[in-house]
């Protein structure tokens, strides 16, 4: 499967543990909703994912991607250090060019 640049780089960047290169991917003022949580921000969203990578570890493999205008969905197998792993999450993505306005990650 072919996907964008702008989401084959956020895969990469969590797929290398790379929580500065995958917060890269995402506007200044963006927004990310996570297991009941939000995250505001650069800053926010970097020390979340960097939290997460710590303590899960993991790992995407994409399965499927669909995009409409600025609207777009990921469909992801998430493996890692979690109960339950893999699972399959869907990102649901708001994009403002090449970079990401809101990530909301649901199961």
Known sequence: MKLPDNIEGLVKAQNDL??????????????VSDEG???AGSAEIKQWIEG??????MQLK???FEQTGSTAELTVEVSGTFPGS??????HL?????????L????
Not at 18 to 30: C, E, G, I, Y
């Open 18 to 31: 790379d929580s500065t290169a995958f917060a890269a991917h995402f506007t200044t003022a963006a927004t």
């Open 37 to 39: 949580s939000s995250y």
């Open 86 to 91: 893999p699972a399959v999450l869907h990102y």
């Open 62 to 64: 994409p399965l499927d």
């Open 52 to 57: 997460a990578t710590q303590k899960y570890r």
């Open 94 to 102: 708001e994009l403002d060019g090449p970079l990401i306005r809101s």
């Open 104 to 107: 909301r990650i649901s199961g």
